[in-house]
């Protein structure tokens, strides 16, 4: 089922910096990390911050949490054939609409293999993504026959308040009414990332630098921006690497990735690196030998990204 829910409300200029730290996507310095090196989590038994909309089954990996500050969290998360929240099929044997959800938090979310359907709404396929700031609204009924690979980033704990759905709801999700909206950054409600064109990345010249990208998403109150990016076989960098005030995030889902930061940093699929202070504009010690493709954050002007297609 293909759906365009990616076209959002507008949120409100926020008015203050304090605002915004509540909810900012906090990224901690981690890596590499391999997610076959992190222990499974299946219950509340193994790690804190399980959710009872979990079911057995459930296992999750976490690649970083900011522990008893603000329990920002980056994990993936597998939900096995069949999951189904077991709250929402008793909800809807009185109310067959369903209900919406909606978290204080804000979150991030990529699925990577499967289908996830949120009722019979709509259902987001590898690769999908959303991101809702908090207070967003959308369906409680959220399930995967065949089971899901979901790559999450949470800005805090993950709390559930519950609305009924209107039955005359036309399937754009917005805001709940009556709180305080503090990011000035768009939601994405729900993208199929394979409509977006693969676009040349260019550098500081406007040359190629033989990274091709699909644009997500920008956090326009900490200046992060989310984008998909591939390498061919054998791509290298060019000239010196450069240090530079920012940030670069990575996980990389198929092939390899050398970064070149005053030492090698090697990454394979699966692998997660994070440095939110700095940026290194990629030399020729940056490279990829069976090609690469990865889903990357960066906080940096040097890069020419492709522009938002949605």
């Known amino acids: 089922m293909k759906h365009d829910n990616h076209q959002t409300e507008q949120i409100p200029l926020v008015e203050t910096l304090e605002a915004r730290r509540t909810v900012a996507m906090k990224h901690l310095r981690v890596g590499p990390v391999h997610l076959d090196d992190i222990p499974k989590e299946t219950s509340a038994a193994d790690g804190r911050l399980w959710q009872d909309t979990w079911p057995d089954g459930t296992q999750r990996r976490v690649y970083t949490r900011d522990e008893g500050n603000t329990d920002a969290s980056t994990f993936m998360l597998n939900f096995p054939p069949g999951y189904a929240r077991p ?9 067959p609409v369903g209900r919406f959800e909606y978290h204080t938090c804000h979150e991030e979310l ?36 065949e089971g899901v690979d979901l790559f999450i980033t949470n800005s805090g704990p993950v709390d559930f308040t519950y609305v009924p759905i209107p039955e005359d709801w036309d399937q754009r999700e917005l805001l709940m009414e009556g709180f305080p909206h503090k990011s000035r950054s768009r939601p994405v409600a729900a993208l199929e990332i394979a409509d977006l064109p ?113």
């Open 87 to 95: 709250q929402e099929l008793e909800y809807k044997k009185t109310n």
């Open 110 to 145: 990529f699925v990577l293999k499967g289908t996830f359907k949120f009722d019979d709404w709509y259902e987001m396929r590898d690769f999908g993504y959303f991101n809702h700031p908090p207070y967003w609204l959308h369906p409680a009924h959220q399930h995967a026959p």
């Open 198 to 310: 693969w676009e040349p990345v260019l550098d500081p010249d406007g040359g190629r630098t033989g990274i091709e990208g699909k644009h997500l998403w920008d956090d326009l109150d900490d200046g992060w921006t989310t984008w998909l990016m591939r390498v061919p076989e054998g791509w290298s960098g060019t000239g010196a690497a450069e240090a530079n005030p920012g940030g670069d995030r990575f996980l990389v889902i198929e092939g390899d990735l050398t970064l070149d930061r005053g030492e090698k940093v090697e990454l394979s699929s699966m692998s997660y690196f994070c440095d939110p202070d700095q940026f290194v504009y990629p030399g020729a010690g940056t490279g990829s030998n069976e090609g690469c493709l990865a889903i990357r954050w960066t906080k940096d002007d040097t890069l020419g990204l492709p522009v938002l297609r949605f």
